[in-house]
């Protein structure tokens, strides 16, 4: 077990992310290979203070069962061997990533022969607002770091003994590789306040990703003035096209529901071209069901298949996350893409069609980060996609959209190199 | 003279805002060539309406002088034949720069033979709050415009009359050419209300892009729910390292300061290597001065040269925009970076050296848009970085750094291509 180095009690939030905004220029210059150690050896102290985590898991537990914390809840807070053996695991897998930094991005020189270079570096300071959630504690530590990183962490109150048993080990690793401790911090301690402190820390912290509920990620995005990347809910929709072949868009739409229902790449609204209606709805609405899928329709659903609970307004914006799915008969495309600017929240939308005419009019009008044609929504993943880590799905447009992956950690500045030129 | 076709008045500033998003998914579509010769009808509109628009401006210079507009402003907001000559031959020259949008960024195919590509798409609606500068009423709409973005405006009070005449002008074009003219949109009229609207509509307004001063821009960046990209004010610096070159640096230091003192990109505080100061300081201050340039420099300095008044604290963080400098000595080169780290705006900051080591460590150590050795910070702009036009300079690191052009009011979406397939 590594000696776990406690954080400072003495600083306030303002000094711990003025600490590691010191310890970020430190990071900043680590070349790929300190990098890829530096976090090989969390992985390593991860591992070695798994007693000691789970203690202080066991802790929050206890104390969530007390103030009755639900059942799924608790469930993503456990941490036993296994799940922590996950946690090094997916460190060591972001340790092996390419390194972002000092990628070219443009390259130009001038008349007069200065020469340009646009590099991409590290943003410097990367915050995160959180929930009950240990694996994001970890995993946007590693994936600050390998991007050259200090991180400042802000994750729920439920988790806090868990979260700061982590942070120790996290930091006793730092430490050990001779990389200054600070380049992660948790406000954690502070409350309410330590969350404040760090939607204000402009010209501190560089970037704000904040992870979870709708409603979380509403009060980061409308208080922060630091600025935020927005990783989204998902209402996301499939349309089946009048010319949809019934087995994909039967196989389509139960994959993109049952196979992780809980996740906000899991479709949640199909829309059904009114030409296919009676050729489609009938056996897609059957295989949902038999895997256990409640169908919420319109009245034209209700008509083709058996078991319909009738759908209402508030199902076309709700975002389920659970075993249920919104169906309803639109016109044409153009009631489908209607629908769609109404009720999506610009994450995933597909359409299942064998007309390229209909395939290529919704990549192009379909306002979201992903737009598919004959896939199942549940590719919109930075894993699924290669990027072999996931920062979060970006429903914003500023600087990323879709599955962030190392690189959207990374800014960007221009070298300029020149032999006295003036500018005339 | 074109139709001038009005705003309706009756439309609320929401309302206003709603229609340009309608409005941005025509303009969206548009192909390369159908978006430069809206440009170029924009520019003969602006032409033909030349007489209203001088009549519009003197109403406002009229008012300006009533109530005490400082002479400065009254210049900035004047607009003759010449000046619109010139506003409608930038417009000209943004519809000849190359379409940004649909660029591919990235390609993968999946090993399932999924196809994902990366390109590069309109913002949707850009948004923008600047002063009483009519130059950028028609900048900003011309570079939306070009880059498939609607564009909804606030500028300055005090130029109300001018922009009202100017989007008059352009929707009539954008009509003219089958476009719908919702897609320029002002919210003038309602005053700050009209700022508070656009800095709240979150869903509505993709991006923000304030113009003007610190003061402008900081309520802009704390009070908008609208992802901002922040145009910052300049505390330039340049270091004179201990090898520097005297020519060179007389050279760099002069143009930096002398060449246009009231933009950004201008030398604010240069910091000159304690080994070098004896040999450079007396030519670089005499040169400065020769030109007409207050020296606002240390006892070191002062020690070293004749008509120096002494810096204050102030003067290290005081963007002068005016014929003055603030020179200090620091011990080397740690000291400098550490003066730059603690007053820079991360703007634009130069090295004079000959040491190739020096060099390359402040180009990889100080946080800046634009780090350089051996050249003019003035070069630090969209036209002498060959992007054609300019959107402004972003001091922040998310999404856009350093000189803006088309490409930056770009954001790309994550097109899908498959057959069928489902995630396993």
């Known amino acids: 077990m590594t000696s776990v180095l406690p954080t400072a009690p003495a600083m306030t939030a303002q000094e711990r992310m003025l600490a590691a905004q010191t310890a970020s220029r430190q990071i900043g210059l680590l070349d790929d290979d300190r990098k890829r150690r530096l976090l090989l050896a969390i992985a390593d102290a991860i591992d070695a203070d798994a007693d000691a985590i789970v203690a202080a898991n066991s802790a929050d537990l206890d104390r969530g069962r007390v103030n009755g914390l639900a059942e799924g809840l608790q469930d993503r807070l456990r941490l036993d061997a296994a799940r922590i053996g996950a ?9 092996d990533l390419p390194d972002p930094v000092g990628r070219t991005l443009d390259q130009r020189t001038l008349a007069n022969g200065v020469a340009l270079t646009k590099v991409t570096v590290p943003f410097g300071v990367v915050g995160t607002i959180y929930e009950a959630r240990p694996n994001v504690t970890v995993d946007i530590a590693a994936l600050a770091l390998r991007s050259g990183n200090a991180v400042v962490l802000r994750g729920g109150t439920a988790a806090e003994q868990t979260n700061a048993a982590l942070v120790a080990a996290m930091r006793a690793a730092l430490a050990a590789q001779g990389v200054d401790p ?18 204000n820390a402009r010209g501190i912290v560089d ?3 904040p992870r979870g509920s709708a409603e979380l990620i509403e009060t980061v995005v409308t208080q922060s ?8 809910a998902g209402v996301v929709h499939i349309v089946l096209d009048e010319s949809a072949p019934l087995e994909w868009a039967r196989e389509i739409v139960v994959n993109a529901k049952v196979q992780r229902p809980s996740v906000c790449n899991s479709v949640e609204t199909v829309l059904v071209h009114r030409g296919a209606a009676e050729r489609l709805i009938p056996a897609v609405t059957a295989a949902l069901q038999e895997r256990g899928v409640t169908v919420h329709g319109d009245p034209a659903v209700a008509a083709l298949a058996d078991s319909i609970v009738p759908a209402t307004e508030d199902d076309w914006s709700t975002e389920y996350l659970t075993l249920d799915v919104s169906m309803r008969v639109v016109d044409d495309l153009d009631g489908a893409l209607e629908h769609i600017r109404r009720y999506s929240t ?9 007309d390229d005419v209909s395939a290529e009019r919704f990549l192009a009008e379909v306002d979201s980060a992903v737009v598919m044609a004959n896939a199942s929504t549940r590719f919109t993943d930075g894993g699924a996609f290669g990027f072999g880590a996931e920062v979060g799905i970006s429903t914003q447009k500023l ?11 990374t800014s960007s500045k221009w070298l300029v190199r020149g032999a006295g030129q003036v500018r005339p």
Chains 1, 2 share one sequence.
């Open 87 to 95: 946690l090094s695991g997916a460190v060591r897998e972001i340790a």
């Open 182 to 199: 600070e380049a992660i911090q948790t406000v954690d301690e502070f409350g309410r306040a330590g969350a404040h402190a760090l939607m």
């Open 207 to 209: 970037v704000l990703v």
């Open 225 to 232: 003035t630091v600025p935020v990347i927005e990783t989204g």
């Open 346 to 354: 610009h994450h995933t939308e597909s359409i299942i069609t064998e």
């Open 399 to 409: 600087h990323a959209r879709g599955p962030m992956g190392l690189s959207e950690l």
